[in-house]
């Protein structure tokens, strides 16, 4: 009995298969066309240019301790960067200025804003022996950055 269901399912299967093939909906078909022009062109962010610690000065101060009857002096580095604005004109938010020493490790001194190209600051007078760098990094409104400039170590 269950030959006989068997093939009469498959007779139904085939005979919808056919009729479904014949009888056909409406067909529609589509002419309307629109051009359209897509930019592909690649976004490059422009580093800094001609990174500098010229005006970079050391001082020392004196000072006399009455208790013990000694002279003591303190050197403090003056601190100057600059550089020539990155050339990019869209979407610079500013620069990161990180401190970068000779074993490698940074320390991050300041984020300022697209219209600074320099920066001043006192530290202690040790940093100048210690052959400091500071890396320049252009920052964008859409997270890109640039490739860092890096100045030469920063000395009295």
Request: aromatic residues 8%.
């Amino acid at each position: 009995m269950t030959g006989i269901r068997r093939g009469l399912l498959l007779l139904t299967v085939a005979v919808a298969t056919v009729l479904g093939l014949t009888i056909s909906p409406a067909q529609a078909a589509f002419t309307a066309r629109a051009a359209t022009t897509v930019d592909a062109s690649t976004l490059t962010v422009a580093p800094v240019t001609n990174p500098s610690t010229a005006g970079t000065r050391c001082s020392t101060s004196y000072y006399y301790d009455r208790w013990s009857g000694n002279v003591y002096g303190t050197r403090t580095l003056h601190a100057r960067v600059s550089w020539n604005a990155s050339t990019t004109t869209r979407g610079v938010t500013g620069y990161q200025l990180t401190a970068v020493f000779r074993d490698g490790s940074t320390y991050p001194l300041a984020t300022v804003g697209p219209g600074t190209t320099s920066l001043t600051q006192d530290v202690d007078g040790s940093y100048a022996d210690q052959g400091v760098r500071v890396r320049i990094t252009t920052l964008t409104s859409y997270g890109w950055t640039s490739t860092p400039a890096q100045t030469g170590p920063v000395t009295c």
